[in-house]
């Protein structure tokens, strides 16, 4: 496909810092940590514009561009740490941006971000005040100027805004601490689903006499979750998980409570649901079961060969879809693999042509980056456990120096299949690289979530452990040249890791991670919210013992082996004192860091690129010498 460079010119006076090709036998570290062109795209209800968001190292700015000509009508800068954190279309010419404060490359929010609206031009910019506790319901595509927004504030509250004014008029209310709603195809309210002063999730049915409750479970069990209905409004489809496995799709019946199941994977619950552009009918399910796919539920409708076909169109690429212009001609998609960090494209229904918009980093090469391939393993008490691992493309794959790298969270996060710069780079250093979706991940129900919690330094490391075991008995890693690398819940997970097995790794790295449990409940942006204390409240040990035994910085003494600790001095979520707690208790044991980072005017994960080529390079360093292959 030949792709337009029109909007290049234009573009690239909105955004800094591009680094000229390199030739050389590796890959420049820079090339993998440079910030991508955009980190999101949404298509406008007529298809004729496009939203992107454009990071830009300490912000994330919003350009709306025309697609006609890729020429941008407008830009929007919120100023230092001021991230556009998604944007929401509301009528066709105007727009909300959700705007965040992001302090580091691995924050994630805490509190409530601000709420803009604006025209695509910029005019008509307004705040929307308390914006950023409104939950969108229903743009209400018949009436442009309102949509129907919740906001919970001791009891659920359902409204409907003026997208110009932001003013609001409430028109219904539930009996929830917490909830949000779900309407028909005409607006009318049907369900809300929340939760209680005591934790239980709830979801209630509103018909004529009021709310009637259909639900009730503690929290992180059973679900019961409607997401849309049919063309009749007769059939709500709905996620349901009766023991905490991974959720099911139905079809059920408003009136009787007649299910039909539509779609279900033994391993993880959906991750997104498609629907049609007219009739908002459902279309299809998309699982990331491994390998991302989309299980089709309604083959005949008209739109289904289309994106059955666009996906024929990408091979050994998924494509995710990201919109639907009003009228059902325009469809804006995203091919990406493992290896190719994605494009953008605009398919014409009418015309039967995909036209590339832009790329997320189109100075890598895919034929120079390592597949990543998903694998599977019962654990040592039974529990089936997934991860992947990602071989270097040089070399036969056997006998690996190999990095274990767990991801942040750890709750609700997961490691998916797609273009990791981390995950990359390493590859292209010679180094297989192991991630592992250890109990307490999300995306494969409740039940499996749960087994995490109270257990971060357990259970959670002895499914790292036995992921490691696997990597050795297939002869892809080298059993005397392992080492284990995090950030965040990740840097906490890489030090106890060599806390609970001090033999079986040769190095560690901690970047921004937490050392001390006790610390984390009383340090640290987490423990200010409300809602954070809760979240600490039911995902750590309960007693200050057992918190001190899941803490590498009380068990320094089966530290072993060479350490390296990164953090920025200006983390607010793991704040500098975890750093301390840990370094302080190594250097009293005799046993200091070997090499320590920090960079005074970071935070929570580095987001200047000069810093993280500094960074990676220490990284690549410090695993050379300890199992690369000149390693003793």
């Known amino acids: 496909m030949n792709r337009s460079l029109a909007w290049v010119a234009a573009f690239a006076l909105l955004v800094a810092g591009v680094f000229p090709p390199r030739a050389a036998a590796e890959v420049p570290v820079e090339d993998f940590f440079r910030d991508p062109a955009f980190s999101s795209v949404s298509l406008s209800p007529t298809g004729e514009y496009i939203a992107v968001s454009v990071p830009r190292e300490d912000r994330t700015i919003l350009v709306v561009l025309r697609v006609s000509d890729m020429q941008p009508t407008g830009s929007w800068d919120h100023g230092a740490k001021k991230h556009v954190d998604r944007v929401v279309w509301v009528n066709d010419r105007r727009f909300f941006m959700y705007v965040t404060e992001k302090l580091g490359r691995y924050d994630f929010r805490v509190g409530t971000p601000d709420l803009y609206a604006s025209d695509i031009d910029g005019r008509g910019r307004r705040l929307i005040p308390n914006g950023g506790t409104y939950e969108i319901i229903d743009t209400l595509p018949d009436e442009?100027?309102?949509?129907?927004?919740?906001?919970?504030?001791?009891?659920?509250?359902?409204?409907?805004?003026?997208v110009r004014s932001g003013d609001v008029r409430t028109v219904a209310l539930a009996p929830l601490r917490y909830a949000s709603f779900l309407v028909d195809h005409d607006g009318a309210l049907r369900y809300a689903t929340g939760v209680e002063e005591n934790q239980e999730s709830v979801t209630l049915r509103r018909d004529e006499n009021g709310w009637k409750e259909i639900h009730r479970a503690p929290m992180g069990e059973a679900r019961h979750t409607p997401h849309g209905f049919d063309r009749e409004n007769r059939l709500v489809y709905t996620s349901i998980s009766a023991e905490g496995e991974p959720a099911r799709l139905y079809a059920v019946d408003a009136e009787t409570g007649e299910r039909t199941l539509l779609s279900e994977n033994a391993n993880v619950e959906s991750v997104r649901r498609l629907y049609s552009s007219d009739d908002r009918e459902l279309l299809g399910v998309v699982y990331e079961d491994g390998l991302p796919h989309i299980e089709f539920v309604d083959r005949a409708h008209p739109e289904v060969a289309t994106y059955a076909a666009l996906i024929k169109a990408f091979p050994e690429h998924a494509v995710s879809f990201r919109g639907i212009s009003r009228d059902g001609r325009h469809v804006l998609l995203m091919a990406y693999s493992d290896i190719d960090p994605g494009s953008y494209y605009l398919f014409d229904r009418e015309t039967n042509q995909a036209r590339f918009l832009l790329a997320a980093r189109d100075w890598i090469e895919p034929a120079r980056m390592s597949p990543m391939r998903p694998f599977s393993f019962v654990a040592r008490d039974g529990t089936p456990v997934h991860g992947f691992i990602?071989?270097?493309?040089?070399?036969?794959?056997?006998?690996?120096?190999?990095?274990?790298?767990?991801?942040?969270?750890?709750?609700?996060?997961?490691?998916?299949?797609?273009?990791?710069?981390?995950?990359?780079?390493?590859?292209?250093?010679?180094?297989?690289?192991?991630?592992?979706?250890f109990r307490g991940s999300g995306g494969y129900g409740n039940a499996f979530e749960r087994k995490g919690y109270r257990n971060w330094g357990t259970d959670m490391i002895d499914d790292m452990t036995d992921a490691v075991e696997w990597a050795v008995k297939e002869g892809i890693a080298d059993r005397n040249r392992i080492c284990s690398f995090g950030a965040s819940y990740g840097g906490y997970a890489a030090l106890q890791s060599v806390v609970r097995e001090p033999d079986l790794y040769r190095c560690t790295i901690g970047y921004v991670g937490v050392y001390s449990l006790p610390l984390m409940t009383r340090d640290g942006d987490i423990p200010?919210?409300?809602?954070?204390?809760?979240?600490?409240?039911?995902?750590?040990?309960?007693?200050?013992?057992?918190?001190?035994?899941?803490?590498?910085?009380?068990?320094?003494?089966?530290?072993?082996?060479?350490?390296?600790?990164?953090?920025g001095e200006r983390d607010e979520r793991v704040p500098m004192s975890q750093y301390r707690a840990l370094r302080n208790a190594l250097v009293a044991a005799g046993r200091p860091p070997e090499v320590e980072l920090l960079e005074p005017k970071e935070g929570h994960g580095f987001q200047e690129l000069k810093n993280n080529v500094r960074l990676y390079t220490a990284i690549e360093a410090f695993l050379d010498r300890h199992i690369g292959n000149a390693a003793p």
């Open 390 to 437: 990602t071989v270097p493309r040089q070399g036969n794959g056997r006998n690996l120096p190999m990095v274990m790298l767990p991801h942040g969270g750890p709750h609700g996060i997961r490691d998916v299949w797609g273009f990791s710069p981390d995950v990359q780079f390493l590859a292209s250093r010679g180094y297989a690289v192991l991630q592992v979706n």
């Open 144 to 162: 442009p100027d309102h949509i129907l927004v919740a906001r919970s504030i001791e009891s659920a509250y359902l409204s409907k805004m003026d």
């Open 528 to 567: 200010r919210q409300k809602s954070g204390r809760e979240y600490l409240q039911r995902v750590l040990p309960e007693s200050v013992a057992e918190q001190q035994a899941q803490s590498a910085a009380f068990n320094v003494d089966r530290i072993r082996v060479p350490v390296m600790l990164v953090h």
